[in-house]
């Protein structure tokens, strides 16, 4: 499991001052490149222009209210590992140590020549088993 604890900053919210639906897809993807800056160089993977993970699926279920300034710990997990694609898990967990969000995302590794999927890197492998 990863861990990354952040806050609920002013632009995340709407109108309401709940957070805008959109934004945990935000931060639950600042916690995904969090984990992968602590074992590869993102910007040498897609410097090498030979694969890509672009996001397929992407879900999100609301169970409390996040609110401007609440501290939240993103917990990150590997929920499956197929041949070409993986998906993570990120539970949003308020300071009561509630449930507040569940994320739900799951990316494809592309070929970057061929556009086409292609088996999970054994570099990629080693890096989201260890999530």
């Not at 001052?17 to 984990?35: K, P, Q, T």
């Not at 501290?71 to 949003?92: C, H, P, R, W």
């Amino acid at each position: 499991m990863f861990k990354y604890p952040t806050f609920i900053r002013l632009g995340h919210t709407d109108a309401a001052d709940v957070i805008y639906f959109v934004n945990v897809f935000d931060l639950a993807h600042h916690c995904y490149e969090a984990m992968l800056y602590e074992h590869i160089s993102i910007r040498e993977m897609i410097g090498k222009k030979e694969i890509i993970a672009p996001i397929v699926h992407a879900e999100a279920d609301y169970h409390k209210p996040l609110n401007v300034s609440d501290k939240v710990e993103i917990q990150m997990t590997l929920a499956k590992m197929g041949t070409s694609s993986y998906t993570f898990n990120y539970d949003f967990i308020n300071e009561a140590n509630e449930l507040a969000v569940s994320v739900r995302i799951t990316h494809v590794v592309i070929d970057v020549k061929t556009k086409k999927a292609i088996e999970i890197p054994e570099k990629i492998k080693k890096i989201l088993t260890g999530v």
